[in-house]
């Protein structure tokens, strides 16, 4: 008897809830989901598309995979040699459609897109990839790691009078030659990081003060963090808001347990927004929320639905002025584990109901 291959896993969630929700296939045509039900393999060419080239047909007996005849070959022999699916190959000119909709024809077929006359299930696979599996977050625990060690060392080697392009092609080339794509790559320095909550790179020259952030996706996996770096001595105020800062964040993490509704997390979170002093700095940035085969695979709201679930994955990111917090964890059913935690950064200890917390500090140099 041979290993069951990884994408087992996933295939049979996917069958489950063709059964569940009363289907005969769906079809994947998003470069996560196809990441998910492969066991992390890559079926992109275009980076800034949340579609592949490749596209994955899931019926209860069989699986397609309809790609070019362009592209057949690499994705036969690099991504899908021990999937065990069909391929259906047109011809580059004519596209994957009609090939698609031959295949369906006749069948109750969901999709995560918008496709032609297909109900759209995205939200609901979504919930079925929810649920880490061990070797999931074997992955997941690896890409972390990686994406952390490369953010933090950027950190260290960065120099003032760089621009906030070059700081991020330095982290850029750092977590490409690992084979990550830097999914989101944010840049900011000294009074850029008070004015926006999402600023992109631009020409602007480090002084003193830089944050980084990076969504680091590899096998489908997005692992998120956040560091700071300052040169000098920190001023008074920024000194005091990381510390009010950590406490806002230690209690969302607190309070993410399997069985918690996320609406109330952020509740919590909210609520101690308003206990150190800053009581609208929530709306200024989303809060973040569960994150696996996306950076978010969705966005907490206040009133949202979403229970927590034991190996699921979350990355909170909560932010007043001057400081932002953000690493990836796991969801076990008595703890939680940092997953972007090098234990090479300085940090900062907060303690929240009996536990004592490591947050990133902003590193001094």
């Not at 509740?267 to 809060?287: K, N, S």
């Not at 994150?291 to 206040?302: D, I, K, N, Q, W």
Request: proline letters at 4%; one cysteine or more; a negative charge.
């Amino acid at each position: 008897m041979t290993d069951a291959m990884p994408s087992d896993a996933a295939v049979a969630k996917i069958r489950a809830f063709l059964k569940a929700r009363k289907l005969d296939g769906v079809l994947l045509r998003t470069r996560s989901n196809f990441a998910w039900a492969t066991g992390g393999k890559d079926n992109h060419i275009v980076s800034t598309t949340a579609l592949g080239v490749a596209d994955l047909l899931i019926l209860a007996d069989n699986i397609y995979c309809i790609t070019s005849r362009m592209e057949a070959a690499r994705i036969r022999d690099e991504e899908l040699a021990d999937f065990g699916c069909e391929f259906v190959t047109p011809e580059w000119y004519e596209g994957n459609d009609e090939a698609i909709l031959q295949l369906c024809a006749g069948k109750a077929v969901g999709a995560d897109v918008w496709f032609h006359h297909l109900p759209n299930v995205a939200n609901e696979l979504a919930q079925v990839r929810y649920t880490l599996t061990e070797e999931e977050m074997e992955r997941y625990r690896r890409l972390g790691r990686t994406a952390a060690k490369a953010l933090e060392a950027a950190c260290r080697e960065l120099q003032r009078g760089w621009t906030e392009h070059e700081i991020a092609a330095h982290l850029a080339a750092k977590v490409m030659r690992e084979g990550i794509n830097p999914q989101v790559l944010l840049v900011a320095t000294d009074e850029r990081i008070y004015r926006y909550r999402h600023p992109i790179p631009t020409d602007k020259r480090l002084d003193r003060y830089a944050m980084l952030v990076l969504c680091a996706e590899k096998g489908g996996l997005v692992a998120n963090a956040t560091r700071f770096v300052h040169f000098g001595d920190l001023p008074p105020a920024l000194e005091e808001n990381k510390r009010k800062l950590a406490e806002i964040e230690i209690a969302m993490i607190a309070a993410t347990r399997p069985g918690a509704k996320m609406a109330d997390i952020l509740q919590r979170g909210i609520e101690a927004y308003e206990r150190v002093g800053y009581p609208d700095d929530w709306r200024l940035l989303h809060q973040g929320g569960p994150s696996g085969y996306a950076s978010r695979e969705l966005l907490v709201v206040p009133g949202g639905e979403g229970v927590v679930q034991a190996q699921q994955a979350f990355a909170w990111n909560p932010a007043i002025r001057g400081i932002k917090m953000e690493d990836t964890f796991l969801v076990h059913e008595a703890d939680i584990e940092f997953i972007t935690h090098t234990g090479e950064w300085v940090y900062m200890e907060t303690a929240s109901e009996g536990r004592t917390y490591l947050r990133p500090d902003i590193l001094i140099r």
